[in-house]
């Protein structure tokens, strides 16, 4: 069956980096376009942002310069490299297909960012 998991999180200063890692399994990874997923505390899950088969990327307008999306079909894990972060990005992180978790139909345990000074 299918499993992600995110990895990565942690607190870092507004202006730091980091960079998030989600392992996958249980499909044929190189076959799905993959996304970037958060929910702040008190709000809805929103989309960060994705990247295709072809390696193409697409940004939400909110990280957009910020966060940058790669794969490595080989490891079947996608990466999430976030720059100057800023308190608004503190959430928990999510990668899932990018049709909101209903092809793979499962949700990994996220990972936490948290931006703070």
């Known amino acids: 069956q299918v499993q992600l998991v995110e990895s990565g999180g942690g607190l870092v200063q507004p202006g730091g980096s980091l960079r998030l890692s989600c392992a996958t399994s249980g499909f044929t990874f190189n076959d799905y376009a993959m996304s970037w997923y958060r929910q702040a505390p008190g709000k809805g899950r929103e989309l960060v942002g994705s990247i295709t088969n072809d390696l193409s990327t697409h940004y939400a307008d909110s990280v957009k310069g910020r966060f940058t999306i790669s794969r490595d079909n080989a490891k079947n894990t996608v990466y999430l490299q976030m720059n100057s972060l800023k308190p608004e990005d503190t959430a928990v992180y999510y990668c899932?297909?990018?049709?909101?978790?209903?092809?793979?139909?499962?949700w990994g345990q996220g990972t936490q960012v948290t931006v703070s000074s």
């Open positions: 899932n297909d990018i049709r909101g978790g209903t092809l793979f139909l499962y």
